[in-house]
């Protein structure tokens, strides 16, 4: 379940944040779901909104990878 969790870390309440998303407060409230939202349908930057994008789901990648490598050297046991 650790691994599946960790997935989700870069996924935040996008709507949340997204119901209270104003302009005054685009340098406070932003995060990568909101920045790609803004880059690409409201600005039609699809390169940027496609690079944050892939980014996103490169960190997602590491972080899955390497949570058995961590968990196996702080518990000693792992499932592999």
């Known amino acids: 379940m650790l691994i599946i ?3 989700n870390i870069l996924e935040i309440g996008f709507a949340s944040i997204f119901l209270l998303y104003q302009p005054p407060a685009y340098e ?3 995060v ?3 920045f ?3 880059q690409s349908l409201a600005g ?3 390169d940027a909104a496609a690079a ?3 980014f996103n789901a490169v960190v997602a990648f590491v972080l899955v990878t390497t949570a058995p490598t961590v968990r196996k050297r702080v518990s000693r046991a792992s499932l592999w």
């Open 5 to 7: 969790r960790i997935g």
């Open 28 to 30: 406070i409230s932003d």
């Open 44 to 46: 039609a930057q699809y």
């Open 32 to 34: 990568i779901s909101s």
């Open 52 to 54: 944050a994008g892939l």
């Open 36 to 38: 790609i939202y803004r």
